[in-house]
Structures are given as structure tokens and as C-alpha cells.
């Protein structure tokens, strides 16, 4: 996994969450706390997605075949859908039903220091992978916001850790609000109202990474700002005078596949319009190296034909 892949942060999340996670099943044996489950559980399943997150980047890597001849670089956008499903299910899930019989059968707290401690120990770890996947992501966001961040982002790995830890942050917060309220009332439905609210934000973070990873699944253009590089290169001026239609598709992460009509002159030699093809090719790798898919067609430009618009029925960049 490149280093955009974040693995740094998926590493940290991976051995916060594990310590974390005994930490608070050891707290839920000696205080019976709901909250405690809940977030036990969360820490499992967060442990879980990281361990998913690393399989993905790894099989990412396997080099093309016959049955799969771009490669297999969307295995890390399949992982990252099946982190959203775990995070649903077993963390989101499992938390609102365990809060919804903590509410309906209350009871009161044992050794509430244990679970009050476990809690600041766990802000303090998952405040250290946070603050990494922080790190990280601000060497690729640059001028984006956090929310644009996420969104565009074309490797799943970030976003993922980044939505994974806010939602533990804020988790436990909620949890210590759960755990104090039913110290300083004696009733245990403040615990489960808290479990259950914990279980509500797990299910919000899940839908918006499924949201983002499904885009991710059925194909992102390449951003804004690598479209106008390639069609800057595209053209010389010369052999090439202009892009007629282009489509571009990230195969992965760190892959990018580009199809090009490009207008050639009339007069052009079939060697001269493979040469220009040939170089068109290497000024596209030069300005945006992970375009490593070409395919570039020539064509005459037409005024009259481009003046009617493209033709829906036909196949993009067709004519």
C-alpha cells in the first residue's frame, strides 16, 4: 500500500482499538455497565475494519491477469464497503439493541470506577489515532475542507479511519455522560440511553462511508484539477490540436485510466499520427503519473459535427 493509503493511521487505530477494547470488556465484567458493552463491541469491530483495511491494501497489489486485465486495485474500495457493513452490524446494531434492553431492564453500576477510568484511558489512545490519521490526511487534503476531504477522496483508507475515530471520540463521550448519569441519579436507563446513542451515531458513520465507498465502486472521474493537467498535455499544438472527448476512471487508488478522441491534422501520415500518439501518451504519464491506462483515438475535428452536440444514444465519445 502507497503511502497515501494511510497505513501509518491504520496501524495506530489497529493497536489503540485492540488495547481499548480489553480495557473496556475488563470494565463491563466488573460494573455490568451497558456502555461498556457497546463500546467493547465497537472497539472489536473497529479492530476488525482495520484488519480488513490493511487484507485490502495488500490484495490491491496483485499484478493484472487474463480474467482481471486492469489489475485488481478496487479490491481496497470492496474492503473499505465491507468496513461500512461491519460498522453497521455489528458495532451500530448491536449497540441500539443492547441499549434497548438496558432501558427496559435498568439496574445500577458495580465498581463505577472501573468503567469511568477505562473511558479516560480509551479518549487518551483514541486521541493518539486520531491525531496520526490527522496527520496523515493533511499531507493529501491541502486546501480542501475535512468534508471535502472525505468526499473526494479516491483512496478509502483515510476517510475511513478518520470517520472511525471522530465516532469513537464522540462515543465516548457519550458513554462517560451514560456511565455519569446513572452515578449521580442511580438509574441505569441513562446508561442504556446512552448505549443507545452510541449505536445511532455507529449507524450514521456507516451510511456515509457505504455512501462514498458505493461511489467509489462504480467509478470515479478523475478530480477537477487532474482532467485539466491531462488535456493540457494532450495537445501540442501541432499534430494534436485538440481533445474532442474525453473519459477518465480510476481503476484504483493510484491508477488512473484515460480514453481519448483526440483531433489530428488531415494531412498526417499514419506515422506521424502514431508519433504524436506516442508523445501525447508520455506528456499525460509526466503531468499525472498515476494515469497508467491510455488509450488515445484520432480523429479529424469537425466544427459542424461538434456544433450539433454529442449524441446521447451513441457511446460516450463516440460518433
Not at 502514431?274 to 504519464?285: G, K, M
Amino acid at each position: 500500500m502507497s503511502a497515501s493509503g494511510g497505513t501509518k493511521a491504520i496501524v495506530a487505530a489497529l493497536g489503540a482499538n485492540l488495547a481499548i477494547a480489553v480495557a473496556k470488556f475488563v470494565a463491563f465484567a466488573f460494573s455490568g455497565s451497558s456502555s461498556m458493552l457497546a463500546e467493547g463491541v465497537h472497539s472489536i469491530a473497529d479492530s476488525g475494519n482495520q484488519g480488513l483495511l490493511l487484507l485490502g491494501g495488500k490484495r490491491a497489489k496483485r499484478a493484472a491477469t487474463e480474467e482481471h486485465p486492469f489489475g485488481y486495485g478496487r479490491e481496497r474500495y470492496v474492503y473499505g464497503f465491507l468496513v461500512s457493513i461491519v460498522l453497521f452490524t455489528v458495532g451500530g446494531v448491536f449497540a441500539l439493541y443492547e441499549g434497548y434492553e438496558k432501558i427496559h431492564e435498568p439496574h445500577g453500576l458495580d465498581n463505577w470506577y472501573w468503567p469511568v477510568g477505562v473511558l479516560l484511558f480509551a479518549v487518551i489512545a483514541e486521541g493518539y489515532s486520531f491525531r496520526t490519521a490527522l496527520k496523515e490526511s493533511n499531507e493529501l487534503r491541502g486546501e480542501q475542507s475535512w468534508a471535502q476531504f472525505i468526499r473526494r477522496a479516491k483512496a478509502p483508507e483515510l476517510p475511513v479511519v478518520l470517520l472511525e475515530d471522530f465516532g469513537a471520540l464522540i462515543g465516548l463521550v457519550l458513554a462517560l455522560c451514560g456511565v455519569g448519569l446513572t452515578l449521580a441519579t442511580g438509574n441505569g436507563v441513562w446508561d442504556g440511553i446512552g448505549t443507545m446513542c452510541i449505536g445511532a451515531l455507529l449507524v450514521l458513520i456507516a451510511l456515509v462511508l457505504a455512501a462514498e465507498t458505493k461511489s467509489l465502486l462504480l467509478g470515479e472521474a478523475a478530480g477537477p484539477e487532474q482532467v485539466a493537467k491531462i488535456r493540457e498535455a494532450v495537445v501540442d499544438g501541432d499534430t494534436v490540436t485538440r481533445v474532442i472527448h474525453m473519459r477518465t476512471l480510476h481503476l484504483g487508488p493510484e491508477e488512473l485510466l484515460v480514453a481519448a478522441k483526440i483531433a489530428v491534422e488531415h494531412d498526417d501520415t499514419a506515422r506521424e499520427v502514431a508519433d504524436a500518439i506516442n508523445a501525447a501518451e508520455e506528456r499525460i504519464r509526466a503531468a499525472v503519473p498515476i494515469a497508467r491506462v491510455i488509450y488515445l483515438e484520432p480523429d479529424i475535428y469537425d466544427e459542424a459535427t461538434a456544433a450539433n452536440g454529442a449524441d446521447p444514444a451513441k457511446s460516450p465519445g463516440g460518433r
